[in-house]
C-alpha cells in the first residue's frame, strides 16, 4: 500500500544533540516538502525538494538541514537541537497530477 | 504575494446545526485543497478542487471552489460532535518553471457542542 512514514513518532532529547527525522514515502512522488507546526498553530514550509538532489528552503527560516539522495527518503537533520526547535515536524509528498499533497503522520520533537 | 485567509479562525456551534468556513485568497490560482487535522495529529485530505464551479460533497461537508472571486467556501451541515477538529484551507503557488508550493490558511478550529 502506497504510503508515507515518519520516524521517530515522538522524540525528547537534550540540548545539543544532532538529530535525524526520517520520512519516507513508496508513492514514487518527486516533490517532498517538511512542515514546521506549533500545536494548535498554522503550518510553517521550512524545506522542500522537486527530485533527486535537489532540496530548497522554504518560508520559514529553520537551522535544520535536508538531503535527497533516494527519490523516496528526505531526511531532516538538526545538528545540535536547541529548546526553540521543539514543535511537530510534518513531512509530505505530492501528486504530480493535481498537486495534492499527503501527509505524514508527524514527529513531535521536544528539546529539553 | 499569495496570501490565504479563512474565516472564522475559531467556530463553535452546535450539533445539528448548519455553517460555512470561508476560504479567501489573493492571486490567480485554479487549484485548492481542504485539509482536516484532528489535536495531535498529521493532516488528512478532505477535498481537491481543481477547477473554477468545481464542488465536491462527502458526508456532512461540501466544499466548492469560485476562482473568480477566489473564493472556496466549506459547508457544514447538520454538524455532529465527530468533525470537531481543525479544517485548513490551502492554494497552490506556481513559480516560474512550474515549481509549486502550497500556501495554507491559518486553519479554523471548529467544535461541536451537544
Known amino acids: 500500500e502506497a504510503d508515507i512514514y515518519q520516524t521517530p513518532r515522538y522524540l525528547v532529547i537534550g540540548t545539543g544533540k544532532k538529530i535525524t527525522l526520517e520520512c519516507s514515502q513508496t508513492?514514487?512522488?518527486?516533490?517532498m516538502y517538511w512542515y514546521q507546526q506549533d500545536p494548535g498553530m498554522e503550518l510553517h514550509l521550512i524545506h522542500y525538494?522537486?527530485?533527486?538532489?535537489?532540496?530548497e528552503k522554504g518560508d520559514l527560516s529553520s537551522e535544520s538541514t535536508v538531503s535527497r539522495i533516494r527519490t523516496e527518503h528526505f531526511p531532516l537533520t538538526l545538528e545540535s537541537a536547541r529548546p526553540s526547535h521543539t514543535s511537530q515536524y510534518l513531512c509530505?509528498?505530492?501528486?504530480?497530477?493535481?498537486?495534492?499533497?499527503?501527509f505524514g503522520p508527524g514527529t513531535r520533537l521536544t528539546v529539553l | 504575494e499569495l496570501k490565504v485567509e479563512q474565516n472564522p479562525l475559531f467556530l463553535s456551534m452546535q450539533e445539528g446545526k448548519n455553517y460555512t468556513i470561508y476560504c479567501n485568497y489573493s492571486t490567480t490560482s485554479d487549484r485548492l485543497y481542504w485539509y482536516r487535522q484532528d489535536p495531535g495529529k498529521s493532516l488528512e485530505s478532505l477535498f481537491v478542487?481543481?477547477?473554477?464551479?468545481a464542488v465536491k460533497q462527502e458526508g456532512r461537508l461540501m466544499a466548492s471552489l469560485d476562482t473568480k472571486a477566489r473564493l472556496s467556501t466549506l459547508h457544514i451541515t447538520a454538524a455532529v460532535h465527530d468533525l470537531s477538529a481543525t479544517y485548513f484551507c490551502?492554494?497552490?503557488?506556481?513559480?516560474?518553471?512550474?515549481?509549486?508550493?502550497?500556501?495554507f490558511g491559518k486553519g479554523t478550529k471548529l467544535t461541536v457542542n451537544p
Open positions: 509530505a509528498s505530492s501528486d504530480p497530477r493535481g498537486g495534492e499533497q499527503f
Open positions: 490551502a492554494v497552490d503557488r506556481v513559480l516560474q518553471g512550474g515549481s509549486e508550493k502550497l500556501v
Open positions: 508513492m514514487g512522488h518527486d516533490k
Open positions: 525538494s522537486y527530485g533527486v538532489n535537489s532540496t
Open positions: 478542487l481543481l477547477s473554477n464551479g
